[in-house]
């Protein structure tokens, strides 16, 4: 009988509870209190005979000892406890109150304003919300960013130095930075690769089906999958399309007629669905399998990577994270419109030697 991956995950998470280290001051509460509440329980007595007589000490009809000072050692033991718990949640506090917490928030196709954001970051992280709002709501028409190379220049591009003054105000142990969004493709990865490894990020995706915001932690089953690698077709040129499937499925015919002449190479789940990727190790091991893709392609000679991606958020912000921007190739992420007559009609420069700044770029339909 095999054991279902939910109860797996539940008898883990009994197993850590039970074998966790305890905090001091519950140690000695519970202690004290144990002895405070079962002393009736506890008796004995013991006898000694001496010249003089004998002497008994016992619990079985009361006596100083059992009657004072026994519940007098179990108050004590939980006022030390209650005294050392308190002086730890300062001691925390304080420490919390040091520490900055850089909240990026991708307002896009919606807002993340009342969506409960800061609630659910402060929730995970302690310390003092910087926010810091990119905001494109007003860029949007008809679901549709308009105008997308002057909303780079003004709106995505300045946070670029933004954040990186920020990070620099502080040390990596005091600086954490959360991440929640609904940018388009190609200014998520962006962020992500501007982010990079500089810091501790924790990233947050909203659930669809919830209508909340979820962590991308450990905390989340791991189900194993990894990209599946597939040649779609090959190329001649110095320049390769590489299409990553994991929130929808990318129609490749559609890839191959905007991308005339290029090679196409495919990263792709086996399960494609919304609610893949809450698992911080599984995302950590699609990133790994990425960055490996592409430095294969940098060392094949290729000059060019066009990026497709069809990915949550979270997953396109940890996959920008990934790429390095000192040893890989060039590489360019792509805007998905399906009503587009030309479906990819612009994209973004990642951050690289030639591009310190990213840079946009659109495709003609005869490109």
């Known amino acids: 009988m095999h054991m279902s991956s939910y109860w797996k995950h539940q008898f883990s998470k009994i197993l850590d509870y039970l074998t966790r280290q305890k905090k001091p001051a519950v140690v000695l509460m519970t202690v004290g209190g144990t002895i405070l509440g079962g002393q009736k329980v506890l008796n004995f007595v013991v006898t000694g005979k001496f010249s003089w007589g004998s002497l008994t000490v016992g619990t079985n009809d009361g006596n100083f000892i059992s009657d004072y000072i026994v519940p007098i050692v179990a108050i004590i033991l939980i006022v030390m406890g209650g005294i050392l718990m308190v002086l730890n949640e300062y001691l925390a506090f304080k420490q919390n109150s040091h520490k900055r917490i ?13 969506t409960g954001l800061d609630k659910k970051v402060t929730s995970i992280l302690k310390g003092t919300i910087y926010p810091v709002d990119i905001d494109i709501t007003q860029q949007f028409r008809d679901g549709y960013v308009f105008e997308p190379e002057l909303t780079f220049i003004r709106k995505i ?9 920020l990070l620099a105000k502080g040390s990596a142990e005091s600086i954490q930075v959360g991440y929640g969004g609904f940018l388009p493709v190609p200014f998520t990865f962006f962020i992500g ?10 990233v947050f995706d909203w659930d669809r089906e ?9 905390k989340h089953i791991d189900d194993g999958e990894s990209f599946i690698s597939e040649t779609i077709r090959t190329g001649e040129l110095d320049e390769i399309v590489l299409v990553v499937s994991c929130s929808y499925r990318v129609k490749m015919l559609q890839v191959g007629e905007c991308f ?11 399960t494609i669905a919304f609610d893949n990727h809450w698992s911080l190790v599984k995302q950590r091991r ?10 294969s392609l940098s060392d094949m000679g290729i000059r060019t990577i066009h990026l497709i991606l069809a990915a949550q958020s979270s997953v396109v912000l940890n996959l920008g994270r990934r790429y390095d921007s000192r040893n ?6 792509y805007q998905y419109e399906q009503t587009n007559k030309n479906p990819y009609p612009w994209g973004i420069y990642a951050l690289s030697h030639g591009h310190e700044n990213g840079g946009f770029i659109t495709r003609s339909e005869e490109q």
Do not use: C, Y
């Open 102 to 114: 850089i909240l990026v928030a991708g307002n896009g196709l919606r807002t993340t304003s009342e």
């Open 157 to 165: 591009l300045p946070s670029k130095d933004n954040l990186a003054q």
């Open 193 to 202: 690769n501007v982010l990079d490894d500089k810091s501790n990020v924790s």
């Open 210 to 218: 919830n209508e909340r915001w979820e962590h991308i932690s450990e």
């Open 260 to 270: 005339k002449g290029l090679g196409i190479e495919h990263l792709t789940l086996e």
């Open 286 to 295: 699609l990133s790994i399998q990425f960055a490996e893709k592409i430095k």
């Open 328 to 333: 890989m190739s060039e590489l360019i992420v």
